[in-house]
T-cell receptor
Framework: KAGVTQTPRYLIKTRGQQVTLSCSPI?????VSWYQQTPGQGLQFLFE???????NKGNFPGRFSGRQFSNSRSEMNVSTLELGDSALYLC??????????????FGPGTRLTVL | GENVGLHLPTLSVQEGDNSIINCAYS??????FIWYKQESGKGPQFIID?????DKRQGQRVTVLLNKTVKHLSLQIAATQPGDSAVYFC??????????FGTGTSLTVIP
């Protein structure tokens, strides 16, 4: 079974621009979560989508948004980019296990650099 | 947010020795924990998980120990190999069904 895929892998933007990142979950996984990873802050939760609905949201400004499509693929958008948005953006998909736990599996990430 | 932290940011071990990576968490109500391994340029890779109704769980060369009394989690890697060099994260699933991650411990295996 193919893993989580993310596109693009690398992206360079300038301040003020906007960017859209894409994530395709593992087949059969309906939940997709997005994280921002930086050296100083580690992995920080952005939001989670399940069946096209945002189920959970972290503490990020409204410039960060996302959506999920009927095939469970997800996109996240960052508008009005700032230098501090430079980070590795990770997508994780999960499926409910028999014991009701949701184990997350990560994609390789998109490395965003804002100049 | 939740406070999931690691005691040591870096750890160096000799090849063949056992490694122990520690993690502290603050929410006593959290009932599910995962250890991830992240190699350079890659996303975190699931290693092993444990639920709060267990104290210990073993995988292939890895063991996770959970001490709920002191809210402490550890990952033990037996016979550490050069391929084990990576950053290791613990993740805690809180009551809001949201994962919180520690900042990571960088493990270096010395040949």
């Amino acid at each position: 079974k193919a893993g989580v895929t993310q596109t693009p892998r690398y992206l360079i933007k300038t301040r003020g621009q906007q960017v859209t990142l894409s994530c395709s979950p593992i087949s059969g996984h309906r939940s997709v979560s997005w994280y921002q990873q930086t050296p100083g802050q580690g992995l920080q939760f952005l939001f989670e989508y399940f069946s096209e609905t945002q189920r959970n949201k972290g503490n990020f400004p409204g410039r960060f948004s996302g959506r999920q499509f009927s095939n469970s693929r997800s996109e996240m958008n960052v508008s009005t980019l700032e230098l501090g948005d430079s980070a590795l953006y990770l997508c994780a998909s999960s499926v409910r296990q028999a014991d009701s736990t949701d184990t997350q599996y990560f994609g390789p990430g998109t490395r965003l650099t804002v100049l | 947010g939740e406070n999931v932290g690691l005691h040591l940011p870096t750890l160096s071990v000799q090849e063949g020795d056992n490694s122990i990576i520690n993690c502290a968490y603050s929410n006593s109500a959290s009932d599910y924990f995962i250890w991830y391994k992240q190699e350079s340029g890659k996303g975190p890779q699931f290693i092993i998980d444990i639920r709060s109704n267990m104290d210990k769980r073993q995988g292939q060369r890895v063991t996770v120990l959970l001490n709920k009394t002191v809210k402490h989690l550890s990952l033990q890697i037996a016979a550490t190999q050069p391929g084990d060099s990576a950053v290791y994260f613990c993740a805690e699933l809180n009551t809001g069904n949201q994962f919180y991650f520690g900042t990571g411990t960088s493990l270096t295996v010395i040949p």
